[in-house]
């Protein structure tokens, strides 16, 4: 837990209740109320919070049962699920989301958030969520599997900030029925995003959950991440961060220069040869030991093309180098052969917050082991340098590795 927690007021004047608070890095940014699922303000809620800290909001997570129990925290055993139904069974909506607004507000009055207010929330807080874009003066909402919503369609021309909802296909929390209701009411609405996740069960972002599905949750959130930039930031030059960091990689070859644009700790996967490392201590070895001091002295990228997301940097260069020392990262074990090597390389550079998350990168590793001598092109349908020669120059022939090709005029 990195937070801490703070007492808020109700806005009809009943009591207090308490939220968990999370800080960016930087002590300040735009703020976001992260709606809880019906478990409380448990861990799993407060992991969420800390990870939204780290992409560059204040986060406050609101104490919504608290007019039943304050300070409710389950788990996910049989017995907490029989509770935490309970406690939905008994929740006033009308007045949760005037504590959703309470929470909103109190945002908005604190020095640590600059700008604007957005609403987050996963099941119970998915709905919430959606009532949020509905009744409050939120900037911006993403709810995920929201659990009933289909009941409150008729608040949905009152929709005046953008919303994202994450629906999975098979949510049996909201059927069939329900979920087409949401999609014909919803679709093609100004400012309102509908994203249908197909095979997947509710809570399919929950890590840890039953049905936790890593590469739903990464294109959720990736989703996710962009509506709250573009509705209220923060805005980073992940260009220039990521232009850094190689400067750091290949210029000057600082191990710890390198990592310190990243994240506290980040993985990196060179996917044709799994070499890396995951978190810090793995990963920093890996630098100085296997790959910013070891590749050759005239090793080149050549930017070919750059696409730049919500969350990530997409590079597509040129990698060049002669192969004078081993390169334990891209030839693991292969002894230096004095050859040429010129190959096509994709960088996929993933960011939370203003700080590198981890790489992948891919490169034909094939054509690379054909350069070095270790392949023999005749054999097999693979191809050396022509690959780096024909990412420069389109007109060069086509096909070449179809016996059956013959060229059309």
């Known amino acids: 837990m990195a937070g801490q927690y703070i007492d808020m007021k109700a806005g009809d004047g009943s009591g207090s209740f308490r939220g968990y608070l999370a800080l960016p890095a930087g002590g300040s ?75 909103i507000t109190t945002l ?67 059927p069939p029925e329900a979920r087409d209701k949401i999609v014909q009411t919803l679709k093609g609405r100004p400012n309102i995003a509908l994203h249908v996740y197909p095979g997947m069960d509710h809570a399919f972002a929950r890590l840890g959950g039953e049905h936790f599905d890593k590469a739903s949750a990464l294109m959720a959130h990736e989703r996710t991440i962009g509506a709250l930039k573009a509705a209220m930031g923060p805005h980073y030059d992940l260009s220039a961060l990521w232009d850094k960091h190689c400067e750091y990689e290949f210029g000057t070859r600082n191990v710890d220069d390198t990592m310190s644009t990243m994240v506290a700790e980040p993985y990196v996967n060179h ?8 978190g810090y201590k793995q990963l920093h070895h890996f ?18 093309s750059r696409t ?56 034909d590793q094939a054509s690379v082991l054909v350069q070095v001598g270790l392949l023999d092109p005749k054999l097999l349908p693979v191809a050396g340098i022509e690959t780096a020669r024909k990412l420069l120059d389109e007109t060069l022939p086509s096909n070449a590795l179809m016996p059956g090709w013959k060229d059309v005029a």
Request: proline residues 5%.
């Open 29 to 103: 940014g735009p703020g976001l109320v992260l709606a809880q699922e019906i478990f409380g303000i448990n861990s799993t809620m407060r992991d969420v919070a800390d990870y939204y800290a780290e992409e560059g909001y204040v986060v406050l997570v609101p104490d919504i049962f608290w007019r039943q129990e304050p300070n409710v925290e389950l788990g996910y055993t049989e017995a907490d699920w029989q509770r935490a139904f309970g406690y939905f069974q008994g929740f006033d909506e009308a007045k949760g989301m005037q504590d959703i607004q309470t929470a």
């Open 108 to 174: 908005r009055a604190r020095a640590e958030v600059t700008g604007k207010v957005g609403v987050l929330g996963f099941c119970l807080g998915g709905k919430l969520a959606y009532l949020a874009a509905c009744r409050t003066d939120a900037d911006v909402a993403v709810g995920y599997y929201g659990v009933g919503i289909d009941a409150a369609l008729g608040e949905a021309d009152s929709i005046k900030s953008p919303l994202v909802l994450h629906i999975a296909e098979l949510d049996k929390f909201c």
């Open 271 to 278: 996917i044709p040869t799994m070499t890396g490392g995951v």
């Open 287 to 304: 630098y100085s030991d296997h790959f910013v001091n070891s590749n050759p002295p005239d090793t080149a990228l050549t930017p070919i």
């Open 308 to 363: 730049v997301g919500a969350t990530q940097v997409v590079d597509e260069m040129l990698f060049t180098f002669t192969h004078t020392t081993e390169i334990p990262w891209m030839l693991p074990g292969v002894a230096p052969t004095g050859k040429r090597v010129e190959v096509p390389l994709l960088a996929v550079i993933k960011f939370r917050g203003n700080k590198l998350y981890h790489e992948h990168i891919y490169w």
